[in-house]
């Protein structure tokens, strides 16, 4: 089993900041396996899940061409966590964001409300 904790979510106002985190723990993760591309995804109300950005253990980096420049994701694979850090927040990005992790295959997070309601 391998459990994705999100935090950091919250209320800010426009063109505020946040840090979202992403805690990954698990039997399999503690028996030495390694973690492969993790990300973050999110989804507003009444629409699809989209992409965030995703990093690689080794650090390469997407963005979704709609956060480039404003948010930056990083990684602690020592600590086996993702962070989002976002500025320049606007109302459009008001979702629940969602971690993910590629442990042997994708895996999720429960979500986290990031700027509610702008």
């Known amino acids: 089993q391998v459990q994705l904790v999100e935090s950091g979510g919250g209320l800010v106002q426009a063109g505020g ?12 993760l503690s028996l030495g396996v390694s973690i492969g591309v993790m990300g973050w995804y999110r989804q507003a109300p009444g629409k699809q899940r989209e992409f965030v950005a995703t990093i690689t253990g080794d650090g390469r980096i997407n963005y979704a061409e709609s956060v480039k420049g404003r948010f930056t994701i990083s990684r602690d694979n020592a600590k086996k966590m993702v962070y989002l850090q976002m500025n320049s927040l606007k109302p459009e990005n008001t979702a629940v964001y969602y971690c993910n992790a590629d442990v042997g295959r994708p895996r999720w997070g429960q979500g986290t409300q990031g700027t509610d309601s702008l």
Do not use: D, E
């Not at 900041?17 to 399999?28: E, R, V």
């Open 17 to 28: 900041s946040l840090t979202l985190s992403c805690a990954a723990s698990g039997a399999i």
